[in-house]
């Protein structure tokens, strides 16, 4: 008895095993597939390729500079009245206005002065090579139009032939060329046509990589660097100085004296190295302000010394050397490199160097446009003189 339960168990086992292959056979819908036995044992897999991680990926942001219109004009801007912006007819046809913008508490109004002009108003916004952005505005009128230029791949703009008196969403879409590196956005109406407004403007693109602050340039040439700040003090005796020692020199004017007197300023940057660089509008401590406001400081007074010199500045000076995080990308939109303070102040009769020693390579020297200038030049040469040092141009050296 004892052996046939067992034999029946062997017998159970075996049957209870093949019913479970089969089970697991047909829910993998495999079995017909299976290899014959003689088969050659497959080959081992090759090794996955390692996946490359991905790049990360630049948040979108509003690139626009004063998008919404809420900035006040600063006393100190050397054109027009709405910051950001540059309108053809200046304040006699483009103002801020309160009366029923889009959004916040302002936007722009225009108002074509003449029969040949259609109000327009643009501005530079620093952009990336063969990259895709979109540009979209809300406005009211009839015949507005909103557009970009120098994309390199340039597309129509968008445009209305009138919003009956509400507000409407202009966008247009536009992928920049290789060589790409800023573009003009702009809106304007149409001839002899009525007043338009414009309000909450967009570019978005990817945020750019923010702006590297720095106290002095990392090079082991024995150079150091003289910079010069403001503008308002302009003597024949520093002109004098620089051209008689060949010094190469970064001015940081702000744009009120760089416009009052630019001729001044391409002199004492005429030794080569020389160049012209971003110091703000107001000379305001930036870190009083807002993202959105410190991007107009800094844009505005690149426009402004662009258009006087017809060079781009790449270096920002920040007033009083105060900068943040803020700082460093609104500087990046306005397509600034370097946020650069400095290691050394020679101004006004000064000798301080904010290192143990002497003046070492790679050191910024501060000085100011001020009447004791040519003696703080004379001071400042003695001193790289002492250290081995030559003065550079600074710009060669950051990019």
Same mark, same amino acid.
Request: contains cysteine; charged residues 15%.
């Given at each position: 008895?004892s052996?046939?339960?067992?034999?029946?168990?062997?017998?159970s086992?075996?049957?209870?095993?093949?019913?479970?292959?089969?089970?697991?056979?047909?829910?993998?819908?495999?079995?017909?597939?299976?290899?014959?036995?003689?088969a050659?044992?497959?080959?081992?897999?090759?090794?996955?390729?390692?996946?490359?991680?991905?790049?990360?990926?630049?948040?979108?942001?509003?690139?626009?500079?004063?998008?919404?219109f809420?900035?006040?004009?600063?006393?100190?801007?050397?054109?027009?009245?709405?910051?950001?912006?540059?309108?053809?007819?200046?304040?006699?046809?483009?103002?801020?206005?309160?009366?029923?913008?889009?959004?916040?508490?302002?936007?722009?109004a /225009?108002?074509?002065?003449?029969?040949?002009?259609? #109000?327009?108003c643009?501005?530079?916004?620093? /952009?990336?090579?063969?990259?895709?952005?979109?540009a979209?505005?809300?406005?009211?009128g009839?015949? /507005?139009?909103?557009?970009?230029?120098?994309?390199?791949?340039?597309?129509?703009?968008?445009?209305?032939?009138?919003?009956? #008196? #509400?507000?409407? %969403?202009?966008?247009t879409?536009?992928?920049?060329?290789?060589?790409?590196?800023?573009?003009?956005?702009?809106?304007?109406?149409?001839?002899?046509?009525?007043p338009?407004?414009?309000?909450?403007?967009?570019? $978005?693109?990817?945020?750019?990589?923010?702006?590297?602050?720095?106290? *002095?340039?990392?090079?082991?040439?024995?150079?150091?660097?003289?910079?010069? $700040?403001? #503008?308002?003090?302009?003597?024949p005796?520093?002109?004098?100085?620089?051209?008689?020692h060949?010094?190469?020199?970064?001015?940081?004017?702000?744009p009120?004296?760089?416009?009052?007197d630019?001729?001044?300023?391409?002199?004492?940057?005429?030794?080569?190295?020389?160049?012209?660089?971003?110091?703000?509008?107001?000379?305001?401590?930036?870190?009083?302000?807002s993202?959105?406001? %410190?991007?107009?400081?800094?844009?505005?007074?690149?426009? *402004?010394l662009?258009?006087?010199?017809g060079?781009?500045?790449?270096?920002?000076?920040?007033?009083?050397?105060?900068?943040?995080?803020?700082?460093? %990308?609104?500087?990046?939109?306005?397509?600034?490199?370097?946020?650069?303070?400095?290691?050394?102040?020679? *101004?006004?009769?000064? *000798?301080?160097i904010?290192?143990?020693?002497?003046?070492?390579?790679?050191?910024?020297?501060?000085?100011?446009?001020?009447?004791?200038?040519?003696?703080?030049? %004379?001071?400042?040469?003695?001193a790289?003189?002492a250290?081995?040092?030559?003065?550079?141009?600074?710009a060669?050296?950051?990019?």
């Amino acid at each position: 008895m004892s052996s046939r339960l067992s034999a029946i168990s062997r017998r159970s086992s075996r049957r209870s095993s093949r019913l479970s292959a089969l089970a697991a056979c047909a829910s993998l819908a495999v079995c017909g597939l299976a290899a014959p036995a003689s088969a050659e044992p497959a080959a081992p897999a090759a090794p996955a390729a390692p996946v490359a991680p991905a790049a990360p990926v630049a948040p979108t942001v509003n690139l626009a500079t004063n998008p919404g219109f809420e900035i006040p004009a600063s006393s100190l801007a050397d054109w027009g009245s709405v910051p950001g912006w540059r309108c053809t007819g200046g304040p006699a046809e483009a103002a801020l206005t309160t009366a029923a913008p889009h959004s916040g508490g302002s936007a722009l109004a /225009v108002t074509p002065a003449g029969d040949d002009s259609n #109000g327009e108003c643009a501005q530079t916004v620093s /952009v990336q090579p063969d990259t895709t952005y979109t540009a979209s505005a809300w406005v009211r009128g009839t015949f /507005v139009y909103l557009g970009a230029t120098g994309t390199g791949r340039d597309v129509a703009p968008a445009w209305t032939e009138t919003t009956d #008196g #509400g507000w409407q %969403q202009l966008t247009t879409r536009f992928t920049t060329g290789p060589g790409a590196r800023t573009v003009r956005l702009y809106v304007h109406g149409w001839y002899q046509q009525s007043p338009f407004a414009v309000d909450d403007v967009r570019v $978005d693109g990817p945020a750019p990589t923010p702006a590297t602050g720095s106290g *002095s340039v990392p090079t082991s040439d024995k150079v150091v660097f003289f910079t010069v $700040d403001d #503008g308002w003090q302009r003597t024949p005796e520093a002109e004098r100085f620089i051209a008689d020692h060949k010094l190469p020199i970064t001015a940081f004017p702000l744009p009120m004296p760089a416009a009052t007197d630019p001729d001044f300023f391409r002199r004492v940057t005429a030794v080569p190295g020389s160049s012209i660089q971003d110091h703000s509008v107001s000379h305001t401590d930036l870190t009083t302000l807002s993202p959105a406001e %410190q991007q107009v400081e800094i844009c505005d007074a690149r426009d *402004s010394l662009t258009r006087a010199f017809g060079t781009t500045p790449t270096v920002f000076r920040p007033p009083y050397f105060a900068w943040n995080a803020d700082t460093l %990308q609104a500087a990046a939109i306005c397509g600034i490199r370097t946020v650069l303070t400095a290691d050394a102040d020679f *101004s006004w009769g000064a *000798s301080d160097i904010w290192h143990e020693g002497t003046l070492s390579p790679g050191d910024v020297v501060l000085m100011h446009w001020t009447d004791t200038l040519a003696t703080d030049l %004379q001071r400042a040469l003695a001193a790289a003189d002492a250290a081995g040092l030559k003065p550079a141009g600074l710009a060669s050296y950051l990019h």
